[in-house]
């Protein structure tokens, strides 16, 4: 066998083993597609895809948990994957909710820098949610702890609601950090319209877990659903 039919040999091999891979990945796809949607025909499915390294496809329904499904179809866990790295848990879910987030330019946010900045928090908020506006209150004390806190649109009764059209006159307005401000302490904010993200930060929200307000990203990927004061939002970051 020449040194040139060889390589030709192994090229064409390594080719049919790629296209029967791809074959077989389409096919679990498949399977798991069709197995999600007739047990759960309320939801729709967003996204399938596989996780190499569990062997799960990660299934994201829209406005509805996270499935995790065996690549034939008949099992699921609904909840975050952990993997266990040594002694340690790494929340795998949650890390990938956080790329989606990070994904997104400060631009589309309101955002409350801090001087000298040592992390950041991304918070889910409603102008109408009482947590919400306790919350909002802290902000100076996390500012000056080097935190930045920036904020994305989630009213909670959902795109059309009074808190949406608020949301989107905030984000509309010549100055969104003050009107946040103001409207978290009951000022009513004239209607302002433009081409905004509140919609789309709001279906981020559901796609990513959040079911009330605040909810709280923190740099590390931690979720946390739900009020903390300053102090202790401080040391969940580890400052």
Request: hydrophobic share 40%.
């Amino acid at each position: 066998m020449t040194k040139s039919f060889r390589t030709s040999f192994l090229v064409t091999a390594m080719s049919v083993f790629l296209l029967s891979l791809s074959n077989s990945l389409f096919a679990d796809q498949s399977s798991v597609l069709s197995s999600v949607q007739a047990a759960l025909p309320q939801y729709e499915v967003e996204s399938a895809e596989l996780h190499q390294e569990a062997g799960l496809y990660v299934v994201v329904l829209k406005n509805g948990p996270t499935l995790h499904v065996t690549q034939d179809g008949k099992y699921f866990v609904a909840g975050d994957l952990y993997r266990i790295d040594n002694t340690k848990l790494e929340n795998v879910t949650e890390k990938a909710k956080l790329t989606k987030i990070e994904a997104l330019p400060e631009s589309q946010m309101i955002v409350y820098k801090a001087k000298n900045e040592k992390a950041h928090i991304t918070v889910f908020t409603d102008v109408d949610c009482g947590y919400c506006r306790m919350l909002h209150k802290e902000v100076p004390k996390l500012n000056e702890a080097g935190v930045t806190v920036r904020y994305l649109a989630y009213p909670r009764a959902g795109i059309g609601s009074e808190a949406y059209r608020k949301m989107v006159s905030i984000w509309c307005s010549a100055d969104p950090k003050e009107w946040l401000t103001q409207v978290k302490l009951g000022t009513e904010i004239p209607e302002n319209k433009c081409v905004n993200p509140v919609a789309d930060q709001y279906k981020l929200g559901n796609e990513v877990g959040v079911r009330g307000t605040p909810s709280i990203v923190l740099d590390n990927g931690s979720f946390l659903p739900g009020y903390l004061p300053a102090a202790e939002l401080v040391k969940e970051l580890g400052l």
